[in-house]
């Protein structure tokens, strides 16, 4: 008889003993010797999954407070244009500025079309005759289509010209286009065969405050740092390049909304409900906790060269630890004295404004190997691999005792049934023996 295949053990399957019975009392064991083991199991994955949503949300309030230590939020401008004939960028390169552009002529490039026109593409181009263009001479043969002449003008390294095929429509429509590759008076160039379209190739000639100046390009990059002038056309225009306030503003605006989900986060981790009797996963937990106190050490205790604190650009503490931003309040701190709050923000010597010094604190935390975050990752993971590997044992003892406990019920069972069947052949001969007599 397979003992898997038992449903009652003990005095001779009488019934005394059966699975269901050696089921639970294996339950019992199981709620005693390895269910707390998986209830710590458990908590300890509950708690890897709580560090690794702090660790995005630091993450997070790194990269807002990161972005923030660079140039660009703070030198941004902002550029009015008044007037049609230029289109500026500017980057940050760029200091403020006011200027004006008087463009009196823009910069064109030497165009020239064939004199003949042709049927088709494939047509022949012409009795053979090599071009020249800029000094270079095209070799071309009777058998060149125009598709082949404009092949061999385009491939035909530093000539500085670009030719196409334009249909300009008639019973013969196609035409031999040569443009200049760049604009300005010295992309002149002649070839036989072919007129130029329209006036000769000339410069860009405009004034900006008065002064003449003349260039190639109609794009303009080299004349102020920073700057670059597209010239549109003939007509005067006043540019306007001032300090953009919208990224420091933004940038704080972020700042301060990834501050509070890491700060609200390690509060829900952390606390514990009176009312409720409930608590975090983290509750009791200081290194945890500390996280937030040593970030809001750093806003507390960073002072500027002029003795200005955080809440002098608009920064409130909570109660809850969080920050509250008056907008209106640094906006009209910036309008008041930009460099000011530059100099809080992001001090000069790049490492005591507020988010030089939040930079270093978030790494210290939650990057550093000897970090609190990276510290508790190891042993939390070291925890729970131990945890696993006593689950592991745990099950398997509990498994071999009731499995050898089995086999004894069903060994016993054995013996008990044969006893059994003895006595009742017993019984059956002494009856039989009296019934003789």
């Known amino acids: 008889m397979a003992v898997g295949a038992l449903s009652t053990l003990g005095l001779g399957s009488s019934g005394v003993l059966t699975n269901d019975i050696i089921d639970k009392l294996k339950a019992a064991d199981k709620s005693s010797l390895v269910t707390p083991i998986e209830a710590k199991i458990t908590a300890q994955q509950a708690k890897q999954t709580s560090l690794a949503d702090i660790k995005t949300l630091m993450t997070s309030l790194s990269t807002a407070v990161t972005d923030m230590t660079y140039e660009a939020p703070y030198d941004t401008l902002k550029t009015k244009v008044s007037g049609d004939s230029v289109s500026v960028v500017s980057t940050i390169d760029a200091s403020a500025q006011n200027f004006s552009i008087d463009v009196e002529q823009l910069a064109t490039k030497d165009i ?26 095209i070799s071309l043969s009777i058998t060149d289509s125009i598709e082949d002449v404009v092949k061999k003008i385009n491939e035909t390294a530093g000539l500085g010209v670009e ?18 590759s760049e604009s300005g008076a010295d992309s002149q160039f002649s070839v036989s ?24 390009s109609n794009e303009i990059d080299d004349l102020i740092d920073g700057v670059t002038i597209s010239l549109k056309k003939v007509g005067i225009s006043e540019v306007n390049l001032e300090k953009d306030d919208t990224g420091i503003i933004e940038g704080i605006e972020k700042f301060v909304e990834k501050f509070n989900e890491a700060i609200t986060k390690i509060g829900e981790l952390t606390k514990f409900d009176k009312a409720t009797k409930s608590s975090g996963v983290f509750q009791g937990n200081a290194d945890i906790r500390n996280i937030s106190r040593e970030l809001r050490d750093v806003l507390t205790t960073t002072i500027s060269t002029n003795s ?11 109660r809850d630890g969080t920050l509250k931003l008056n907008k209106s309040e640094l906006t009209s701190a910036i309008s008041n004295n930009r460099a000011e709050v530059v100099e809080f923000f992001k001090a000069s010597d790049a490492s005591s404004g507020l988010f030089n010094r939040l930079e270093s604190k978030i790494f210290d935390l939650s990057t550093s190997s000897s970090g609190p975050l990276k510290s508790l990752k190891t042993s939390f993971a070291d925890t729970l691999k131990r945890l696993e590997a006593s689950h592991v044992k745990a099950q398997e003892k509990l498994d071999i005792r009731y499995e050898i406990l089995r086999k004894q019920f069903a060994a016993a069972d054995a013996v008990m049934g044969r006893l059994s069947s003895e006595s009742t052949m017993l019984t059956d001969m002494i009856e039989a023996q009296y019934a003789k007599n």
Do not use: C, W
């Open 112 to 137: 020239h079309q064939s004199d003949a026109n042709y049927n088709d593409k494939t047509s022949l181009f012409g009795d053979g005759s090599d071009i020249v263009i800029n000094g270079k001479t």
């Open 193 to 216: 065969g072919f007129s130029r379209v329209g006036d000769v190739a000339q410069d860009a000639v405009f004034k900006v405050d008065g002064i003449s100046i003349a260039r190639s």
């Open 308 to 318: 200005k604190m955080f809440s002098d650009f608009g920064l409130e503490m909570e």
């Open 163 to 180: 030719a196409s095929i334009l249909n300009v429509g008639g019973t013969d429509p196609y035409k031999i286009v040569l443009k200049s």
